[in-house]
C-alpha cells in the first residue's frame, strides 16, 4: 500500500507539473513585460545638460567673482596703508593708529572672507539641491504620464580612484550594470526639462 500511494504521488506531481507548464505556455509571452514597464534615467548627464544648471553656474561664478573682487578691494587698502606706516617714525602716534588700524583692517579681512566662503557653499549648495529637486519631479511626472512601474537611476562607470576606498565606493553606488538603449529615459526628461525651462525664460524676458 505504501508502494501504491508513493506511486500514485510521484504520478500526481508529474501530472501537475505538465499542467503548470501547458499554462505559461500558453499565456502571451510579452505579458510581464507588459505589466512591468522599466525606464533607466542618467540624473548626472541631465544636471550637465540641463540649460537652468549652465545659467545658475554662471551667476554662481559671478557672485563668486564679485566676492574676490571686494576681498581683492579689502587688500590693497591694508597694504597701501601697510606701505604708509612704514614711512612713518618708529614709535610715532600715526603709526602706532595705523599699526592698530591695520590689525582692525586684517580681522574684518579674514571675517568677510569666512563670510563670502559661507554664501557661496550655501549658494552651490541651494542650486544643486534645487535642480536636483526639478529631476526628480520631472522623472516622476514622465515615469506616470507614460505608464512606466520603476524608473531606476544609473551612473556612467567611472572607476578612476587615488584610494582604494574611492573605488569601492564608486562600485557600491552603480546600481544599473546594463541596459538596453530602448529603455533609457534621459535624452527624453532632458529635453523635456530644457523645453519648459526655455519657455519659462522667454516669459519672463518679455515680462521685463
Do not use: H, W
Not at 59 to 79: N, T, W
Not at 98 to 107: T, Y
Not at 135 to 148: A, H, M, Q, R, W
Request: hydrophobic content about 35%; charged content about 35%; proline content about 1%.
Amino acid at each position: 500500500m505504501n508502494k501504491i500511494s508513493i506511486k500514485y504521488r510521484i504520478i500526481t506531481f508529474f501530472l501537475c507539473s505538465l499542467a503548470c507548464i501547458a499554462t505559461l505556455k500558453s499565456m502571451p509571452q510579452d505579458l510581464f513585460a507588459e505589466e512591468l514597464k522599466i525606464g533607466i534615467v542618467d540624473i548626472n548627464e541631465i544636471f550637465d545638460k540641463y540649460d537652468k544648471r549652465t545659467d545658475l553656474d554662471k551667476q554662481l561664478k559671478d557672485a563668486e567673482a564679485e566676492f574676490k573682487k571686494e576681498i581683492e578691494s579689502k587688500k590693497k587698502i591694508m597694504i597701501d596703508l601697510n606701505e604708509e606706516t612704514q614711512l612713518l617714525d618708529l614709535g610715532s602716534e600715526s603709526r602706532n593708529e595705523n599699526m592698530e588700524i591695520l590689525e582692525r583692517k586684517n580681522v574684518e579681512l579674514e571675517g568677510y572672507a569666512k563670510f563670502a566662503e559661507q554664501q557661496l557653499t550655501k549658494k552651490y549648495k541651494d542650486a544643486f539641491e534645487k535642480i536636483y529637486e526639478e529631476i526628480v519631479k520631472e522623472v516622476d511626472s514622465f515615469g506616470k504620464e507614460k505608464n512606466y512601474s520603476v524608473i531606476i537611476k544609473k551612473e556612467k562607470p567611472n572607476l578612476q580612484s587615488n584610494q582604494l576606498s574611492d573605488l569601492q565606493f564608486k562600485i557600491g553606488i552603480r546600481t544599473v550594470l546594463y541596459n538596453s538603449s530602448a529603455i533609457d529615459i534621459t535624452q527624453n526628461v532632458t529635453e523635456r526639462m530644457n523645453a519648459r525651462y526655455q519657455q519659462e525664460k522667454a516669459k519672463n524676458a518679455s515680462s521685463e
